[in-house]
C-alpha cells in the first residue's frame, strides 16, 4: 500500500496503522517483497519460497 510513497510517508502511514492495530487489538497480515519493511513491522516472518521448498 505505500510502495510508490517516499520513505517519510510510507514510515508515517505504517506507523498509524500498527497504532490502530494495537488500539483496538487486531491481528494484521502483511504480504510483501520488501524484508527490511517486513523486519521492522512483523512479529512474524513467513517466506513461501522456503515453505514450498523451492528457491
Given at each position: 500500500m505505500?510502495?510508490?510513497?517516499?520513505?517519510?510517508?510510507?514510515?508515517?502511514?505504517?506507523?498509524?496503522?500498527?497504532?490502530l492495530?494495537?488500539?483496538?487489538?487486531?491481528?494484521?497480515?502483511?504480504?510483501?517483497?520488501?524484508l527490511?519493511?517486513?523486519?521492522?513491522?512483523c512479529d512474524?516472518?513467513?517466506n513461501?519460497?522456503?515453505?514450498?521448498g523451492?528457491?
Amino acid at each position: 500500500m505505500t510502495t510508490m510513497l517516499d520513505a517519510i510517508t510510507q514510515t508515517q502511514i505504517w506507523q498509524t496503522v500498527l497504532q490502530l492495530v494495537e488500539r483496538q487489538q487486531l491481528g494484521m497480515l502483511v504480504i510483501s517483497h520488501e524484508l527490511p519493511l517486513l523486519k521492522k513491522i512483523c512479529d512474524r516472518i513467513l517466506n513461501f519460497e522456503e515453505l514450498a521448498g523451492t528457491n
